[in-house]
């Protein structure tokens, strides 16, 4: 599959020095030792997202199937099928999940950085020399250690979602494609939209670079395999789905696609609403995009590259033209900026070369570990920097946790519904019932069309708490608060109505509980539960600073 014309000579093993020969020891190694570094600091990268999937698969080993409450409506609210199911058996032992799911991202790391490794070193001999030399194979280190000291990296891996994961199988699809194994390349692309929906461009791309090679002689076979490994698993699950689920697409199409945020006000963001979220992602990957770009005409030579690079098009294209990209959320553009390191292969070998006879003084350095030093030293540099977006969640995360122990020792509290937006960590811990004002986990929301819907639908179901998110006082002397609006879904910027809606009169504010925004906890006094929530919060308060009193009134 690589398509060049120059053959790869392979050196003998015992030619070469130690890091040369065992290559995929030594990544395991480094990975290993990078964890380990960020490991203190890996509760800052959990996203509430995390325990949606968690409840999913919780609910699953329980033996009461893909719901997002016990007995309630069979519910997509995720979009990482085949993620979720892993993660089921761990459940069912009584495993903790987020260490488990942490450990996981930890191994997918590693194996996505040997497969880096594979695709890019039989590239670079081809390029170089003609062979694997210790040249060849010191680049490839370098890259490949480079993805391991990418910050973004390790967020995703210590995330607990499924990012790391889906970057591991496109990669061993691409490693499957570049050795000529088709069926396998299939395989890998089909188990990665079942971990996420977009890897379903994988398998096209695969299937049209190797269709369009010269060498190809049974463009018939290609589209056989094409067919059994690919195609036909995906007709499987899709009829699955629309038997179980009653439809073909999950929630967070319907809530982040249909209901889409309102329009730019400028005619670019009409027109590309991601375009702001995609170039900050480019700027902040120069260092990766200037050696891709430098090496341009052998990525369209060799067809591993030449998929890597339509992957890289084709995903940035439909993120421009989505709102599913927002500033933060690095998982999506992970399976990129991991592809990135591959399709900066030929480029970074071309400037090593370049480099080859630098001086220092008296020392003289090879290329590769010029670069090498350069793009460390740039990457542990910014390190630093990088580990602020989620860092500040690290404090945020016990709120959560310490709300859901006191929910959960309140009696019957599996008969308690809760109605919150954050449809996490709070629901998975405190092991109440929830309706999901977004509408990810709550199927009638997710088809709402109108924000009166939603008010509508949740007023119905007389929820025993609903959580209404403050503005944080700037005065401790203030006695009325603004409701936070630039939240997800319909409601996200009409909590007022539901606050000014004429069943909301019969709940009553019983305490205030400080996050990234101030959560109001109001209870219904209809609720058989009442006194018990009203209690338990009482008591609460008069322990914990952290429960006030809610303010005198809101706006």
């Known amino acids: 599959m690589l398509d060049v014309t120059t053959k790869v000579e392979v050196p003998k093993r015992d030619e070469l020095p130690f890091v040369a020969r065992n290559s995929s020891f030594v990544l395991v190694t480094i990975a290993l030792l990078v964890g380990t570094l960020w490991w203190p600091v890996r509760m800052g990268y959990v996203l509430d997202d995390t325990y949606i999937t968690f409840r ?39 495993s903790n999940l987020l260490l488990v799911s942490q450990l996981i991202g930890v191994l997918a790391v590693c194996l996505s ?94 299937l049209f670079v190797a269709l369009f090679q010269k060498q190809v002689e049974d463009r018939g076979a290609t589209v056989r395999s094409f067919a059994a490994y690919f195609v036909a698993p995906l007709i499987l699950y899709a009829l699955w ?35 702001g979220t995609i170039g900050r992602f480019y ?51 992970l399976s990129i900026e991991a592809i990135l390191f591959c399709l900066a292969a030929p480029g970074a070998g071309s400037i090593a070369r370049k480099l080859s006879c630098w001086r220092l003084g008296a020392l003289r350095m090879s290329g590769a570990t010029v670069l090498g030093i350069l793009v460390i030293a740039v990457f542990v540099a910014a390190t630093g920097f990088m580990r602020i977006p989620r860092g500040w969640l690290k404090s945020d995360r016990d709120t959560y946790l310490e709300v859901a122990t006191m929910l959960r020792a309140i009696p019957q509290h599996d008969s308690i519904t809760l109605a919150w937006a954050d449809a996490g960590e709070l629901p998975y811990y405190s092991e109440l019932r929830h309706i999901d004002p977004v509408g ?25 708490l609903i959580i209404l998110p403050l503005i944080p006082r700037t005065n401790t002397q203030d006695t009325c608060q603004s409701i936070f609006e630039e939240g997800h879904g319909l409601i996200g910027s009409q909590y007022s109505l539901l606050a000014q809606s004429p069943e909301f009169r019969n709940y009553v504010p019983i305490a205030l509980v400080p996050y990234l925004y101030e959560l109001e906890f109001f209870v ?3 609720s058989p539960h009442y006194s018990d929530i009203a209690r338990a919060f009482q008591e609460r308060i008069a322990t914990d600073s952290n429960f006030q009193r809610p303010p005198k009134c809101i706006e």
């Open 56 to 94: 999913y698969s919780q609910h699953v080993a329980q033996g009461l199937g893909i719901v997002w409450n016990a007995g309630g409506a069979h519910t997509e609210g995720y979009t990482n099928f085949l993620y979720m199911l892993l993660l089921v058996p761990f459940s069912a032992l009584g």
């Open 241 to 275: 789905k629309l038997w179980y689920f009653g439809n073909l697409l999950p929630n967070s199409f319907y809530v982040k696609v249909v209901q889409s945020a309102a329009p730019s006000q400028t005619l670019l963001g009409r027109i590309f609403p991601g375009y």
């Open 283 to 333: 700027i902040r990957t120069l260092i990766l995009v200037i050696p891709a770009i430098l090496g341009i005409r052998a990525i369209w030579r060799i067809p591993v590259l030449r998929s890597a690079l339509l992957w890289c098009v084709l995903l940035s294209t439909f993120y421009l033209f989505s709102h599913l990209l927002q500033a933060g959320y690095g998982r999506f553009t």
């Open 524 to 526: 219904d006094t209809r």
């Open 440 to 464: 990810l986990n709550t199927n009638e929301i997710a088809h709402a069309k109108y924000v009166q819907q939603v008010i509508d639908f949740i007023v119905e179901k007389k929820p025993d």
């Open 113 to 206: 950085a040997i497969a880096i490794y594979r695709i890019i070193l039989p590239v670079l001999a081809s390029i170089q020399t003609g062979s694997l030399s210790l040249f060849a194979r010191k680049v490839a280190l370098v890259i490949s250690v480079l993805f391991l000291l990418d910050p973004w990296t390790w967020m995703n891996a210590y995330s607990g979602l499924e990012s790391s994961v889906f970057v591991m199988l496109l990669l061993f699809a691409l490693w499957a494609f570049s050795a000529g194994r088709l069926n396998a390349a299939f395989v890998f692309a089909t188990l990665t939209a079942l971990v996420r929906p977009e890897g379903a461009l994988l398998g096209v791309v695969l």
